[in-house]
């Protein structure tokens, strides 16, 4: 007969004490290992964080954690390299033609994002998130909402929202104060997304304190906890923790688009704007929803909470990326003066061709600002890198090296935009080289701020748009300098999600002219 004696107690206490952490070590290392197996060159992954740290810990942002691994990675001349995101293996290709295969030729490859959507969680199951054959059928019932004619119906919505502009700069000057562009523009693109994809008119320029402006800030409060787990935690288990992208505002951008919709059929409202796109989507007769059925491959029609979904996803992804190229454009002109009176005279000709009105066709003469607007997103892309997932074995051309499917791929935007091979002296602002004869001298893949293939930015000619109107407001009839309280050099918010965001908001001094 056996008896547990105290010291046997102690002595698997013991074993077990020195066991866990050897097979933690064991299996880290292997796990740390996954790149060498497969013949990609890594970096040195450090426990628990991988090669992202100071990503991880909040110090530095997204954008600045890829730009820094694109460097180390092109330093040591790689067409390609493998780094770990906690435990998470990523793979960052660096060639452009590569590059190009993965997003374009290759694109059943690589098509989804591999960011976590849920359609139990309403807000999660947009556009942007989606992936597989759910996003395809969406993609296509969206595009038409995109269409250049459908964004010249919408024209008239963003050119009255300028109109909003003179009272406030004039009453900074009157002040003496410095104005804050940031916030000018984010008020902006706010009014006019509102407008256009929820139907509403919150005016936030006139009355900043407005809910959907509050709301629509609260959205991109970076939350670190919530992004951490989106970024390192498995995304199929998600679910199971009860973890929510955006708890607290769902029930706010829910009742605001079921109000419209309810209003808009009740008083047979017809306004042109993405709401209306998309009713019009929801509301397709019961033959049509058969031909479409039958004949689109089972394309569906939009419920309320995929309208619900869109319209959050139009207001994300439309009012941040807009208004901070928006404030960081007026940043480079008033550091530019040249630059920003060569605007303005551009500006004011084409004003004067159209009797002063800002049409639609006025907005598409307006070609050294697009240089602007080109320049200031290479050198601040919104969205500094482009992240897919592998959704299909993909053998890297030319190599024997192949990425697995569910392996996370991260495109290094940022740092192509900054690599002074493909744009000598990266940090100087010049709008010259959106020229016709400067872009014809390079590759397409060497500028991606609106990503690129059939997942590219479905809203840029609308982002364009958007932004070019709202430099018109502000810069026709104003000068813009920097100040004391305008940052020499930009800082970013230290986020693991997506965009590049300056830590500080910008202040100019603005004059009338
Ligand atoms: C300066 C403005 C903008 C920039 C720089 C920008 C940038 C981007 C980028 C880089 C992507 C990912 C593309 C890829 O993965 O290949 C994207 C996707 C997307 N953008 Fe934009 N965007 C802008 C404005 C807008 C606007 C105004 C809207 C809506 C009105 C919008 C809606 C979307 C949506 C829905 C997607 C997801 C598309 C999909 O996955 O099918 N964006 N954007």
Not at 38 to 63: C, H, Y
Not at 99 to 113: A, E, G, H, P, Y
Not at 166 to 180: H, K, M
Not at 414 to 439: A, C, L, T, V
Request: aromatic share 12%; proline share 5%; charged share 25%.
């Amino acid at each position: 007969m056996h008896f547990i004696t105290i010291e046997m107690v102690f002595y698997w206490l013991f074993l077990s004490f020195c066991a866990v952490p050897l097979i933690v070590l064991f299996i880290s290392k292997w796990r740390y290992s996954y790149w060498k197996r497969r013949g990609v060159v890594q970096l040195n992954p450090e426990f628990l964080f991988g090669d992202l740290r100071d990503m991880l810990t909040a110090k530095i942002s997204m954008g600045e954690a890829f730009k820094t691994i694109y460097f180390t990675l092109k330093n040591k001349k790689l067409d390609y390299g493998g780094i770990y995101l906690a435990f998470n293996p990523v793979f960052i290709p660096l060639n452009l033609q590569l590059i190009k295969d993965m997003l374009m030729k290759s694109f059943d490859n690589f098509q989804d994002r591999g960011i976590y959507n849920n359609p139990k969680d309403l807000l999660s199951y947009n556009l942007f998130r989606m992936g597989g054959r759910p996003w395809k059928q969406l993609r296509v019932k969206l595009t038409p909402t995109f269409t250049s004619s459908k964004m010249k119906m919408m024209f008239e919505t963003l050119t009255k929202k300028i109109d909003k502009f003179p009272p406030i700069i004039d009453q900074c000057i009157r002040d003496g104060s410095q104005i804050n562009v940031t916030d000018v523009s984010g008020r902006f693109t706010t009014d006019v997304i509102g407008s256009c994809a929820f139907g509403i008119e919150c005016d936030s320029l006139s009355n900043p304190a407005c809910d959907f402006r509050i709301y629509g800030k609260k959205v991109n409060e970076p939350n670190y906890l919530r992004q951490w787990m989106e970024k390192a935690f498995p995304k199929n288990l998600l679910p199971y923790v009860g973890f929510k992208t955006l708890r607290k505002v769902e029930d706010f951008y829910k009742n605001i688009v079921l109000n419209t919709i309810e209003h808009r059929e009740k008083n047979t409202v017809i306004r042109k704007d993405f709401m209306q796109l998309l009713l019009q989507l929801r509301n397709l007769s019961d033959d049509e929803k058969l031909i479409n059925n039958k004949e689109k491959n089972q394309t569906r029609v939009l419920s309320d909470d995929e309208i619900i979904a869109q319209c959050f996803i139009i207001f994300i992804a439309g009012v941040e990326t807009s208004t901070i190229t928006m404030a960081l454009a007026l940043y480079e002109a008033a550091k530019n003066s040249l630059i920003q009176d060569k605007m303005r005279q551009e500006i004011r000709q084409v004003f004067a061709k159209y009797d002063d009105k800002f049409t639609y066709e006025a907005a598409k003469e307006l070609v050294y600002m697009e240089q602007v607007i080109l320049e200031t997103l290479r050198k601040y892309p919104v969205s500094p890198t482009l992240p897919r997932v592998c959704t299909k074995r993909y053998n890297i051309p030319g190599t024997t090296v192949f990425i697995e499917k569910g392996t996370t791929v991260e495109i290094p935007i940022w740092g192509i935009h900054m690599d002074p091979d493909y744009y000598p002296n990266p940090d100087i602002f010049d709008p010259e080289r959106f020229s016709q004869e400067e872009k014809a001298k390079r590759s397409a893949s060497m500028y991606l701020p609106f990503g690129e293939g059939p997942r590219t930015c479905i809203g840029a000619r609308f982002g364009m748009l958007q932004v070019k109107t709202g430099l018109v407001g502000l810069l026709k009839d104003y000068r813009y300098s920097i100040s004391s309280k305008t940052p020499n050099t930009l800082s970013y918010t230290p986020t693991v999600l997506f965009l590049l965001h300056p830590n500080e908001d910008i202040f100019l001094k603005p004059e009338k002219i």
